[in-house]
């Protein structure tokens, strides 16, 4: 939990230090319901970048429509149990596309599926890459599990709440080192009462036209 909190930081800073690069992470604890007799259960979380989440307003992360966003899902990840199949845990990389329409403004600091009204309101769905076993959404703020074949059930999205941003600071004993390909390396960092080291690698130019960099190794300085 240390690293990823610190890495995250890091990260935000090299945003910030990027003119090119405006990522602003925001990201939802997600809990699917069977509901009634049906015991299966969906626990998971999802990271959009900000600063191309309308809202009110629709986005996909394949071929936006007139008048929709192009969205950038960060992170995802769902963990199925209790259903009859397609339990597993399940990643990014398990999908190939991603929707979010908000019908109504949002407040994006409190639980999402609270404030809905009315069916319609607001969706959160994806689809699966064949062959995973992946859930799939099928109607508004519903999914089944295992792509929808072979004895799938149905999930309901009954909480999608905002994840807080942790509070973490740190500070430099030296310079951090960009090489000529933008690999950063950071010799001496200060975490509470922990000193490590950081080596970020340059990964290029993501399809939206952002910069990007990777985690290469970190470990505390003796």
């Known amino acids: ?17 990027s003119a090119s690069l405006k990522a602003d992470p925001i990201s939802f604890d997600l809990h699917y319901s069977g ?59 398990d999908f190939e596309g991603f929707l979010w329409e908000a019908n109504i403004p949002l407040d994006l600091n409190s639980d999402l599926i609270e404030q809905l009204n009315s069916e319609g309101d607001f969706d959160f769905a994806f689809s699966p890459v064949t062959g995973s076993g992946a859930p799939v959404s099928v109607f508004f703020l519903a999914i ?7 004895r799938s059930e149905s999930l309901s999205l009954v909480s999608m709440s905002p994840v807080p941003i942790p509070s973490v600071s740190c500070t430099s004993d030296n310079s951090g080192v960009v ?44």
């Not at 397609?86 to 990643?91: K, V």
């Not at 990964?203 to 910069?211: D, H, K, S, T, W």
């Open 144 to 150: 089944t599990t295992n792509e929808d074949i072979e």
């Open 35 to 93: 509901g009634g007799n049906n015991s299966a259960q969906g626990i998971g979380s999802v990271t959009f970048d900000k600063t191309n989440l309308p809202n009110p307003g629709t986005a996909r992360t394949e071929e936006p429509r007139t008048n929709e966003s192009l969205l950038t899902v960060i992170d995802f990840n769902l963990i199925i149990t209790g259903a009859k199949s397609g339990n597993g845990t399940f990643g990014l990389s």
């Open 179 to 222: 090489s000529p390909n933008l690999d950063i390396h950071m010799p001496s960092l200060n975490y509470q009462s922990i000193n490590i080291f950081l080596d970020i690698e340059y990964l290029g130019i993501n399809p939206e036209g952002r910069l990007t960099w990777g985690l290469k190794d970190a470990g505390v300085n003796e």
């Open 1 to 17: 939990m240390f690293k990823f909190l610190f890495i995250n930081n890091i990260l935000v800073f090299i945003l910030i230090a």
